[in-house]
């Protein structure tokens, strides 16, 4: 459960964040095991080498079971249903229904499709609201892209900003068997934040590849699921509340979308040039006739930013910390490299966002958004769309699909957080990499609040020493930092930081 503009018990536009230290490279493809009792991955494939961002590199990078550990089933959702929250999602729930795919999810918390033509526009004739996604600086930020984006479903405002009392709102990126969902007790006027995890039938084999994962296949044929709520992922790596309760224990949780101003630099919009690209690099791979998260593919060109701003402003949640600002960086880009947004190379500038990303890189919050509407290697995103036009037209097998997240612009990787800036001396490295998850701000009773990268010069040795550990474990174990579905350590840096720890 780890946001580019929107986060919420998961993120949104930066989507969920979390962050901690890690130690191969970015982009590569991933497949979680099921993990063992020290954490370590029973999985013996070959991992691709680091460094690897290229989709057609056929090797995969094993990666953890965060939920290793932690109860699963109707034990979990009798932990979650004992709680005294009550909204559309404890209500929908707590029942145990049997739900085998996304569709069957989001009639079950009153967000499903009702009229699935193309007559239908966002949010009307009794269908839900929605928005895509094409970047996340989040828990997901190593899977979205364009031709992979981060769906959001939810409580349809009408055009304007209003309050909803109950409203819900899921999230959801192919490549991870999880759904994030946020909802409000309307009684309590609390705010309460789920991840729910599903099992895939490859989960059990180890076997899962892009096919099962980054297809329609990933939203159906469920064979189980278990529902989390943010209480009980508060000391693991998909903690929702670094980015949703961002001031600490006994603040405000709040829904998050960095993004929230117009242009919406990073989510789809057919009348907005930032927006029309994406949708464009979207249609190359997918075409028009594929459904993407519920969502049905005759309207998907109709996604709006401009309708989740609307949706978390009017939930009351219109002050963002470190918001982007759409209108400013992106005209400062324009201004640095003309050919933007379509072609992202020369990559963009912009004094606005550097700002912004030094503050950022300095612990004082989430990571922020990356500057150029596009994340993606123009190369990378062209092989990799084609492979997956190939799949829909039945022209690739699904065993044979290549991982299309692996297509981010390699001379991006910095500047979109996922590895530290160059030049950094290893404790500011340990700062950007860990500041997120280990910071004052934390709830002192859990087990990383020892961990504080801004106060190293009164940590004890021996807590060092268990992070210079966890650094050097293989980034295929759970207890690995900071942990690779978030950011990855280059051997210099690792070097630096363990150094600095010494």
């Not at 949780?253 to 690099?281: C, S, Y």
């Not at 700002?355 to 993606?376: C, M, N, R, W």
């Amino acid at each position: 459960m780890k946001a580019s503009s929107l986060m919420l018990g998961f993120a949104v536009a930066a989507s969920l964040a979390a962050a901690a230290c890690s130690s191969s490279e970015d982009g590569l493809s991933r497949s979680s095991s099921g993990g063992t009792d020290d954490g370590a991955s029973p999985d013996t494939r070959p991992s691709a080498p680091a460094g690897s961002n290229d989709p057609s590199d056929p090797r995969v990078e094993v990666m953890p079971d965060p939920f290793d550990g932690l109860p699963r089933g109707k034990a979990q959702l009798d932990i979650v249903c004992a709680r005294p929250q009550q909204d559309n999602v404890t209500k929908a729930l707590c029942d145990n229904p049997s739900i085998t795919s996304v569709v069957e999810l989001q009639e079950a918390l009153g967000l499903g499709f009702v009229d699935r033509s193309d007559k239908a526009q966002n949010g009307s004739r009794g269908n839900p609201a929605f928005a895509f996604l094409g970047h996340s600086s989040s828990l997901v930020m190593r899977e979205v892209s364009a031709i992979n984006p981060r769906a959001f479903v939810f409580s349809p405002p009408p055009g304007q900003p209003v309050r909803i009392p109950g409203f819900v709102v899921m999230g959801f990126a192919r490549g991870e068997p999880v759904v994030e969902i946020a909802a409000e007790d309307p009684n309590r006027r609390t705010l309460q934040f789920y991840l729910l995890k599903f099992d895939m039938a490859c989960e059990a084999t180890h076997t899962c590849v892009p096919g099962d994962q980054l297809t329609p296949a990933i939203e159906k044929n469920w064979k189980s699921w278990t529902l989390y709520q943010d209480e009980d992922l508060k000391n693991t790596i998909v903690d929702c509340r670094h980015c949703h309760q961002p001031g600490g224990p006994g603040t405000k949780p709040m829904l998050r979308m960095q993004e929230l101003k117009d242009p919406w630099t990073h989510w789809f919009r057919n009348d907005r040039p930032g927006g029309v690209a994406l949708i464009q690099d979207f249609v190359k791979a997918h075409g028009d006739k594929e459904d993407y998260f519920g969502i049905p593919a005759s309207i998907i060109q109709s996604a709006d930013g401009r309708a989740m701003e609307d949706f978390v402003v009017g939930q009351g949640f219109g002050n963002q910390p470190n918001s982007f600002d759409s209108k400013r960086i992106e005209s400062e880009v324009l201004q640095s490299s003309q050919k933007q947004p379509v072609m992202n190379y020369p990559i963009g500038k912009s004094s606005t966002w550097q700002s912004l990303y030094e503050a950022s890189a300095a612990g004082q919050f989430i990571p922020v958004p990356y500057h150029d509407v596009k994340v993606t290697d123009p190369d990378k995103l062209g092989f990799a769309a084609g492979q997956y036009r190939m799949f829909a037209d039945g022209q690739l097998p699904a065993a044979n699909l290549p991982d299309i997240r692996r297509i981010f612009l390699d001379a991006a990787l910095e500047d979109l957080s996922m590895r530290p800036k160059a030049g950094m001396t290893g404790k500011q490295i340990l700062v950007q990499a860990c500041a997120q998850c280990h910071n004052s701000r934390l709830d002192p009773s859990l087990s990383r609040a020892k961990f504080d990268v801004a106060d190293l010069d009164t940590m004890s040795a021996a807590d060092k020493q268990a992070a210079i550990a966890r650094m050097n474990l293989p980034s295929s174990n759970k207890l690995h930092m900071p942990p690779a579905l978030f950011r990855t350590l280059p051997d210099a840096a690792l070097k630096l930081a363990v150094d600095a720890l010494k």
